[in-house]
């Protein structure tokens, strides 16, 4: 049994203090139930608890972290840019160098503009989509989750499906009204809401590889699809690669699957563990966005030397060749693991996993939307998830989300994780 007495007094507290204990929803372990231990410090795929525990980690910080946490090379290069300043709210060398290198990373991207977070990169390439093309309407797909923007809360993914929430409580229905929620992977649906209302579409966004729904690949011909329908339409393409961006190319998911949309938004891994969001795109539709062009979005901290420098720094390390290549074969060798560890213990479990996330989902499957999600069995989950992490292993808390595998994670952690899951799956069969 974890010792987490220490946890449990911070438990009690960020209660009192902090709605469900909590800056995020899913963190409060609602899903899988018991106290979250309260985390003290990260170095490399370790985390290490209020009272002393250590964890190997599959969140990643949800995905940012795909160098790890405390790299040397990030550490040095926000050490360095705090010790100049924090924030100037005045252009700085750094936001121009980490511009450069993400257009020239992003095959899409001919300008961007960095945010705070996913959420204010989707809700302002949402905004310049309706302003680009005079049309309202945005077409996103259940499950997936592109922040908390009201117009987005629609059927969204993440915490709003971890937690069984309404999607929209709060939000107007007339902020909603222009929002239409269909089926992940599936076009035909797509075609006849173009063909009834295509002329008020002002854009399609889409997680290329859904992450919320638990990891959801597209299905061969879905992403083509949509950029021929959007284009035959004139309606806008939005990728929303917050988790995929970087991730699972340096191009992201629109590099891997060869489609150029016209916007693509991104977060996480772009701000190395710090907070930064981005949305960007063709010259014509970014110099639509003030100052250059009427479409409002600002940002105090927008751009801040400290965040630059960590996702500078981060980037940068991607660059070294293999690294990809590496990500892809520990997360296989763990996929494939998985799966075999589950089939000994006669477990019917669908693994799902491309590039470095992946998703353990307890159904027999094949798990393609929201709809074959959600028949996986939670409560087994929640108990798997409660062996592992006694076992040390910290799974993200919700059956819809993803692992991620860092840079930092090694050959014999992915087998530790094997074994350890082996043990799990046959204990949930008990
Ligand atoms: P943030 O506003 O949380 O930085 O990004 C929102 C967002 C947008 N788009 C995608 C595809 C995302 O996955 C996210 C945020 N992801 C969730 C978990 N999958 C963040 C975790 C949390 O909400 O605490």
Redesign the pocket.
């Known amino acids: 049994m974890l010792a987490l007495t220490r946890s449990t007094k911070l438990w009690e507290r960020a209660q009192q203090v902090l709605p469900g204990g909590v800056n ?4 409060a372990f609602r899903a899988v139930g018991g106290t979250p231990p309260f985390i003290v410090r990260g170095q490399g795929a370790i985390l290490e608890d209020a009272d002393g525990n250590h964890y190997l980690d599959y969140i990643c910080s ?1 995905g940012a972290l795909i160098a790890g946490h405390a790299h040397p090379a990030v550490v040095d290069a926000v050490c360095s840019a705090a010790a100049h300043g924090t924030s100037f709210g005045a252009p700085t060398p750094a936001e121009v160098e980490l511009a450069e290198l993400v257009c020239s990373l992003v095959p899409s991207i001919e300008q961007v503009r960095f945010v705070n ?4 990169a ?1 809700m302002s390439a949402i905004r310049l989509a309706r302003a680009a093309t005079g049309r309202s309407k945005i077409v996103k797909f259940s499950g997936c ?4 923007a009201d117009a987005l809360l629609a059927t969204a993914g ?2 709003v499906l971890t937690l069984g929430l309404p999607g929209t409580p709060g939000v107007p229905s007339a902020v909603v009204a222009d929002t239409i929620s269909l089926p992940y992977n599936l076009l035909d649906p797509v075609r006849q809401v173009f063909a009834e209302v295509g002329e008020q579409i002002a854009a399609v966004i889409v ?1 290329p590889v859904a ?2 729904i638990g990891v959801v690949p597209p299905e061969p011909g879905f992403l083509e699809g949509l950029r021929e329908l959007t284009a035959q339409h004139g309606a806008l393409l939005i990728f ?1 690669e ?2 995929t961006g970087f991730r699972l190319a340096p191009g992201g998911a629109q590099e891997r699957y060869g489609i150029m949309p016209d916007l693509t ?1 991104l ?2 891994i772009v701000g190395g563990g710090l907070p930064v ?1 981005a949305y960007g795109g063709r010259r014509d539709l970014m110099s639509l966005v003030a100052p250059s062009g009427p479409v409002y979005q600002a940002g105090t901290l927008s751009g801040n030397p400290l965040a630059m420098a960590a996702g500078l720094a981060t980037l940068r390390l991607l660059q070294e060749p293999g690294l990809y290549e590496r990500l892809d074969t520990l997360s296989q060798r763990l996929a494939e693991g998985l799966r075999a560890a589950a089939a000994a213990a006669s477990l019917p479990i669908t693994v799902n996993q491309i590039g470095s996330m992946l998703t353990v989902f307890f159904t027999p499957g094949p798990v393609v939307d929201e709809a074959s999600a959600k028949r996986s069995d939670t409560a087994a989950f929640a108990r798997f998830h409660r062996i592992m992490l006694e076992s040390g292993i910290m799974l993200p808390p919700s059956q819809f ?2 692992w991620f595998v860092s840079l930092a994670h090694t050959e014999a952690d992915i087998e530790r994780t094997i074994e350890a899951a082996g043990a799990a799956f046959r204990a949930c069969m008990a």
């Open positions: 995020s929803p899913v963190r949800w977070s996913g959420t204010e989707t989750y592109h922040g908390h993440s915490g997680e992450g919320n929303d917050v988790i938004c977060g996480k969001g989300e993803a």
